[in-house]
T-cell receptor, first 113, second 115 residues
Framework: GDSVTQMEGPVTLSEEAFLTINCTYT??????LFWYVQYPGEGLQLLLK?????DKGSNKGFEATYRKETTSFHLEKGSVQVSDSAVYFC????????????FGKGTHLIIQP | DTGVSQDPRHKITKRGQNVTFRCDPI?????LYWYRQTLGQGPEFLTY????????KSRLLSDRFSAERPKGSFSTLEIQRTEQGDSAMYLC?????????????FGPGTRLLVL
């Protein structure tokens, strides 16, 4: 069945470091892919998305490219800030009638000053 | 556009009691979704509505869970005879079918604790 796998956390980095959070998916069709971010005590905020192969989603300095050949959608940022500390969720929408998003387990990112 | 709102934000109840949560979607969004998120996990899809029609409910966790959207605007999620295992964050999301049905916007969630 459909599933999303993302790297386990927590991931701890120093401010201004380069960030990569890996995400791979398994789907029968060609899903749309998303990254959501969750700050403490809050709901999920859409960070970026890509709807077809080779699309690049970007927002607030974060980027992710939809790679069909490797079934991946890794999240990257060139220089992280303390304010980026949060939990990041990779998700996909594959339709098929249920129409819900399938999420990974989340990666807790901690940025130290 | 005020975003998706949920009420209450927190609920503490005793095992065996019934609880009801409310979700108000972004205005004019015709799709509304419910998810459950347990500690350390990603959200798990439960059910969704298109206008007032509940199009998917096989993912509801048990027959103790039910949801309604009577007028196609706000929705309620009810859990009857709560159990300690129901303790979780319950998230609501909405989307606009005609524009971009795949992109869902989430509310702040209702955190349920069953004692």
């Amino acid at each position: 069945g459909d599933s999303v796998t993302q790297m386990e956390g927590p991931v701890t980095l120093s401010e201004e470091a380069f960030l990569t959070i890996n995400c791979t998916y398994t789907a029968t069709g060609y899903p749309s892919l998303f990254w959501y971010v969750q700050y403490p005590g809050e709901g999920l905020q859409l960070l970026l998305k890509a709807t077809k192969a080779d699309d690049k989603g970007s927002n607030k300095g974060f980027e992710a490219t939809y790679r069909k050949e490797t079934t991946s959608f890794h999240l990257e940022k060139g220089s992280v800030q303390v304010s980026d500390s949060a939990v990041y969720f990779c998700a996909m929408y594959s339709g098929g009638g249920a129409d819900g998003l399938t999420f990974g387990k989340g990666t807790h990112l901690i940025i130290q000053p | 556009d005020t975003g998706v709102s949920q009420d209450p934000r927190h609920k503490i109840t005793k095992r065996g009691q019934n609880v009801t949560f409310r979700c108000d979607p972004i205005s004019e969004h015709n799709r509304l979704y419910w998810y459950r998120q347990t500690l350390g996990q990603g959200p798990e899809f439960l059910t969704y509505f298109q206008n007032e029609a509940q199009l998917e409910k096989s993912r509801l966790l048990s027959d103790r869970f039910s949801a309604e959207r009577p007028k196609g605007s706000f929705s309620t999620l009810e859990i009857q005879r709560t159990e300690q295992g129901d303790s979780a964050m319950y998230l609501c999301a909405s989307s606009l079918l005609s524009l971009d049905r795949e992109t869902q916007y989430f509310g702040p969630g209702t955190r349920l604790l069953v004692l």
